[in-house]
Nanobody, 125 residues
């Protein structure tokens, strides 16, 4: 299993970025895919996840971020709009195989088995 993020960069406040997470070694069926971020000096926090096509977001990004996937490309995206300086962080995608009865909702970082290397997002004010 391998995950490779891309799409990070420097953007002004109010701007947009789309992050990509290219997956290999598995398909999305039966897996949860999550996006996380970690700012300097802070713990890694969940941003969004997708479980069996159902998507979840933390309150701080609701209405601004959208998680989606292209199964043909085995790629998950995080569209980030109306970016704020506080969104500045290294963004990671992660995946874990989940059972059919997986509770629906944000999955904590420690639950994930596979992680990408991260991509830096910097939002200037």
């Amino acid at each position: 299993v391998q995950l490779v993020e891309s799409g990070g960069g420097l953007v002004q406040a109010g701007g947009s970025l789309r992050l990509s997470c290219a997956a290999s070694g598995f398909t999305f069926d039966g897996y949860a895919i999550g996006w996380f971020r970690q700012a300097p000096g802070k713990e890694r926090e969940a941003v969004s996840c997708s479980i069996a096509g159902t998507t979840f977001y933390v309150d701080s990004v609701k209405g601004r971020f959208t998680i989606s996937s292209n199964n043909a490309k085995n790629t998950v995206y995080l569209q980030m709009n109306s970016l704020k300086p506080e969104d500045t962080a290294v963004y990671y995608c992660a995946t874990v195989r989940v059972p059919d009865d997986q509770p629906m909702g944000i999955i904590a970082p420690y639950e994930y088995d596979y992680w990408g290397q991260g991509t830096q997002v910097t939002v200037s004010s």
